[in-house]
């Protein structure tokens, strides 16, 4: 597959949440690229990866729950020290 170029970033949170997606393991971050950034559907991101729709959609949501534990205490406040 061809890479996804990221998108620009302009507050110190976009920083933060696009370093955690690049750390999710390839199979987590390739959708979730693929739908937030290049607003694909999970039908067209299956039709690229070959993928069952089903799939898609359970490796979404998985890795918007490994962001939410990543992520967390980046809207309050506080430091995110596990994302390198």
């Known amino acids: 597959m061809e890479q996804i170029p990221a998108p620009p970033t302009s507050e110190?949170?976009?920083?933060?949440i696009l370093r955690?997606?690049?750390?999710?393991?390839?199979?987590?971050?390739?959708p979730i690229l693929l739908y937030y950034w290049?607003?694909?559907?999970?039908?067209?991101?299956?039709?690229?990866t070959g993928e069952k729709e089903n799939t898609i959609s359970t490796r979404l949501r998985r890795a918007?729950?490994?962001?939410?534990?990543?992520?967390?205490g980046v809207f309050d406040g506080t430091a995110l020290e596990r994302i390198p």
Do not use: F, G, N, S
């Open 12 to 16: 110190p949170q976009d920083d933060l």
């Open 20 to 30: 955690a997606v690049l750390h999710l393991q390839p199979r987590y971050r390739e």
């Open 38 to 48: 290049q607003e694909y559907t999970i039908r067209e991101i299956a039709q690229i």
């Open 64 to 72: 918007r729950k490994q962001l939410e534990e990543e992520l967390k």
